[in-house]
Antibody, heavy 120, light 106 residues
């Protein structure tokens, strides 16, 4: 069955960096768009970024543009999110989620999330 | 940015009753609208996409309707496992989520 497992979250100081990973299994990873979505504690969902199946198309939310970089390694069935210049408002659970063959949406499978806490 | 507004914020319903959740877009999103269910401590689950198509494995008691700017998620007869937070998401112009509707036991 489809599984998405995030890792790499933790406590980081403002201005610091963190790299999240998402290991995919149970489907042909290289066929699908993938996204990162985040959820601040007690708040709603916010789309962060998505990447096309080949990695040639990438988009970011304005709130993270220039600070976060999404990438994927189809040979390793893995999705990544490099987060730099972290701010307190980046504190959230970060989910990776699967899109479709031709679009980032909708998101039909989600991982369980990894918590990123930005605090001094 | 397209703003998605969900109402009500909280809906109190008795098991077996019908629940109707609304989602309004600040501009037309055509039928590019999805609904997700999220239970405490869990990831969201896709219920509906294309405004009215049920995702794989979703029970028939969940139905979606609407197009343009007004959308509705209906749960025909609430089961105990349906008490959760529901989010709408537009994906016509990038992606934005509504703030959620919590369906609680009355």
């Amino acid at each position: 069955q489809v599984q998405l497992v995030e890792s790499g979250g933790g406590l980081v100081k403002p201005g610091g960096s963190l790299r999240l990973s998402c290991a995919a299994s149970g489907f042909t990873f290289s066929d699908y768009y993938m996204s990162w979505i985040r959820q601040a504690p007690g708040k709603g969902l916010e789309w962060v970024s998505y990447i096309s199946s080949s990695g040639s198309t990438i988009y970011y939310a304005d709130s993270v543009k220039g600070r976060f970089t999404i990438s994927r390694d189809n040979a390793k069935n893995s999705l990544y999110l490099q987060m730099n210049s972290l701010r307190a408002e980046d504190t959230a659970v970060y989910y990776c989620a699967r899109g479709t063959y031709s679009s980032g949406w909708p998101l039909d499978y989600w991982g369980q999330g990894t918590l990123v806490t930005v605090s001094s | 940015e397209i703003v998605m507004t969900q109402s009500p914020a909280t809906l109190s319903v008795s098991p077996g009753e019908r629940a109707t959740l609304s989602c309004r877009a600040s501009q037309s999103v055509s039928s590019n609208l999805a609904w997700y269910q999220q239970k405490p401590g869990q990831a969201p689950r896709l219920l509906i996409y294309g405004a009215s198509t049920r995702a794989t494995g979703i029970p028939a008691r969940f139905s979606g309707s609407g197009s343009g700017t007004e959308f509705t998620l209906t749960i025909s007869s609430l089961q105990s496992e349906d008490f959760a937070v529901y989010y709408c998401q537009q994906y016509n112009n990038w992606s934005t989520f509504g703030q959620g509707t919590k369906v609680e036991i009355k």
